[in-house]
């Protein structure tokens, strides 16, 4: 076995590892990237961007079937599902072009292929043949989706989005289980593409919203658009006739068997720290097997091990990914002098229609630290001027403030323009601006941001009262 000595050895090239490594080089030390997979990260080749560029083809054929509405006629929709699938893989190809262009000014030295597992706290060794010896090292091994043993028996018709992104052409139909975010944008996608989509939500579940309100909100704006079987779970997939038969179970115990043409698993990801020998990092692990580390330095106990990206299961995100590489490649650099980093105010957006936001802190969060004593204003967008101008007008925004100081806490939303609502509020949360400074900025007219105003001006007024005696969170079950 080959041995090799760095100050940093980094697992993963993926978004976290790669913003690790500028990290670590930026801070004056040697540092080596180890890859076992194929490069251009998830988001770029099976993950944000060709997920997004699949439902930028749903939105046209949307924007197409909801013209006569406006009483503009363009003649019956067509889509032809080859070109549709061409265009995704061919902008996903351009798109993972432009990371592997970006690793080209790694020298080769740096870049080792191979699987990397821990043979000692500061020692990787590398599919057996090259031992790594390093100062520090980063774990940025991200996750993989999870799809249930038993059903993989069914066959390669049983999927994870990765598969989606190679289709060469639409299938006819998709039973999706899980209604999660990847579901919803991908189930909802799909859809709007002319797919018998059926979707399966074991719980009530939508997206990653917890306030109970916005969530009753969000399941029936989109149980209305799309088949949802709420409180339905998969009892079993089976292959049959060269389709999949999946039986499902509701909450009366009513149960259903359909066929499909494929089965999208849509469950969670689970961190690729499983396999990493994590035993011999000598460093403590959750319950659920991933390091403890501290999220402002993302360093691992007091060792020279730290952690980013998906592989840390906080918020598995792309910016949280660049951030968390970026802290821990500089705390690696820097070791044992290591140092907080940035860490934003959480920020999250589904891409399903209505959008579904979250910024700062959840609903959930605050349950849990405020005790029920912040105030919640919300605002409904079926009414809401410009949003029914576009004929946009559903879902909710719910706004929470603080007593007392009267600081905007966060918030929550499945409504039209989410994505950019997210921005202002979260922007708004960072700067730990007060409701009523945020009801001092400008408003333009008309615009979807008018809703907030309301929304703020009912929380403003909530705050001005006086705070309600304590009460439990309503709805806080976890899986709910
Ligand atoms: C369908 C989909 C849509 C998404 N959409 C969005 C979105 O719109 N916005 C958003 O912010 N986020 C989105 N995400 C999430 C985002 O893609 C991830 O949070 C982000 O890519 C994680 O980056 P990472 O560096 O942690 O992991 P990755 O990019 O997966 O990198 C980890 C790397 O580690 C390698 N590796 C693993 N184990 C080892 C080992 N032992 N040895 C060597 N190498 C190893 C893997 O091969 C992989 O290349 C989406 C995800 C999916 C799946
Ligand atoms: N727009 C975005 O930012 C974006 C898009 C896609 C993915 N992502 C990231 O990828 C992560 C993974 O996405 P995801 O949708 O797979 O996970 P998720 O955690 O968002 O949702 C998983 C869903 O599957 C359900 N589920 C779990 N086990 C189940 C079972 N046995 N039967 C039925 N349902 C079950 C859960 O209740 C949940 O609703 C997300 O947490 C998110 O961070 C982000």
């Known amino acids: 076995m080959k041995t090799m000595r760095t100050d940093v050895a980094i697992i993963g090239a993926g978004t976290a590892g790669l913003s690790a490594y500028r990290a670590a080089r930026a801070g004056g030390k040697r540092a080596v990237l180890i890859e076992s997979g194929p490069y251009g990260t998830?988001?770029?080749?099976?993950?944000?961007?060709?997920?997004?560029?699949?439902?930028?083809?749903?939105?046209?054929a949307?924007?197409?079937?909801?013209?006569?509405a406006f009483g503009v006629h363009p003649g019956p929709v067509r889509i032809d599902g080859r070109a549709v699938m061409a265009r995704v893989r061919s902008e996903r190809d351009r798109f993972v072009g432009f990371v592997l262009e970006g690793m080209e000014h790694i020298p080769a030295e740096d870049l080792l292929r191979g699987h990397a597992r821990f043979a000692g706290p500061r020692e990787l060794s590398i599919d057996g043949h090259t031992l790594v010896q390093a100062e520090r090292i980063v774990i940025a091994t991200g996750s993989t989706?999870?799809?249930?043993?038993?059903?993989?028996?069914?066959?390669?018709?049983?999927?994870?989005?990765?598969a989606v992104f190679e289709w060469t052409d639409l299938p006819g139909s998709v039973a999706v289980v899980g209604t999660g975010v990847?579901?919803?944008?991908?189930?909802?996608a799909l859809h709007r593409l002319g797919v018998r989509v059926t979707m399966y939500a074991r719980g009530g579940s939508v997206a990653?919203?917890?306030?109970?309100?916005?969530?009753a909100e969000a399941a029936r704006v989109l149980g209305g658009a799309l088949d949802i079987r709420f409180q339905t779970s998969v009892a079993s997939v089976t292959a049959e006739d060269g389709r999949l038969a999946l039986a499902s179970r509701d909450e009366t115990g009513r149960e259903r068997r359909e066929s499909f043409d494929f089965v999208l698993a849509a469950m969670g990801r689970k961190p690729n720290v499983h396999e990493l020998n994590l035993e011999l990092a000598q460093i403590a692990l959750d319950r659920r097997g991933v390091p403890l580390y501290d999220r402002r330095t993302m360093q691992c106990g007091s060792s020279a091990i730290f952690i980013a990206g998906d592989a840390?299961?906080?918020?598995?995100?792309?910016?949280?990914?660049?951030?968390?590489g970026k802290i821990a490649g500089a705390n690696a650099a820097r070791f044992p002098d290591v140092q907080p980093g940035l860490r934003r105010t959480p920020l999250t957006v589904a891409f399903c229609e209505p959008q579904i936001a979250t910024m700062?802190?959840?609903?959930?969060?605050?349950?849990?630290?405020?005790?029920?004593?912040?105030?919640?204003g919300s605002v409904s967008f079926g009414n809401q001027g410009r949003s029914r101008v576009m004929r946009q007008n559903q879902g909710m925004l719910r706004v929470y403030g603080e007593f007392g100081s009267g600081r905007f806490l966060g918030a929550e939303m499945v409504g039209p323009r989410a994505e950019h609502i997210g921005h202002l509020l979260s922007w708004a949360c960072q700067a730990r601006l007060t409701v009523s400074a945020m009801l001092d900025m400008p408003f333009y007219h008309p615009v979807v941001e008018e809703g907030v105003r309301t929304a703020l001006r009912d929380l403003a007024e909530q705050l001005a009262a006086e705070p309600p005696a304590p009460v439990p969170c309503p709805d806080c079950t976890p899986g709910t």
Not at 145 to 162: F, K, L, N, T
Not at 208 to 215: A, I, K, R, S
Request: charged letters at 20%; hydrophobic letters at 40%; one cysteine or more.
């Open 145 to 162: 989706p999870i799809v249930p043993q038993e059903w993989r028996q069914a066959g390669d018709r049983v999927i994870s989005s990765d």
């Open 360 to 376: 700062g802190a959840s609903y959930r969060d605050l349950c849990a630290s405020h005790g029920g004593r912040f105030a919640a």
């Open 62 to 68: 949307h924007a197409v079937a909801d013209a006569p």
């Open 182 to 188: 990847i579901g919803l944008e991908l189930g909802q």
């Open 42 to 60: 998830t988001c770029a080749r099976v993950g944000c961007m060709p997920s997004k560029l699949l439902i930028a083809a749903a939105d046209a």
């Open 208 to 215: 990653q919203l917890g306030d109970p309100e916005v969530l």
């Open 312 to 324: 840390d299961d906080e918020l598995p995100l792309l910016g949280e990914a660049a951030d968390q």
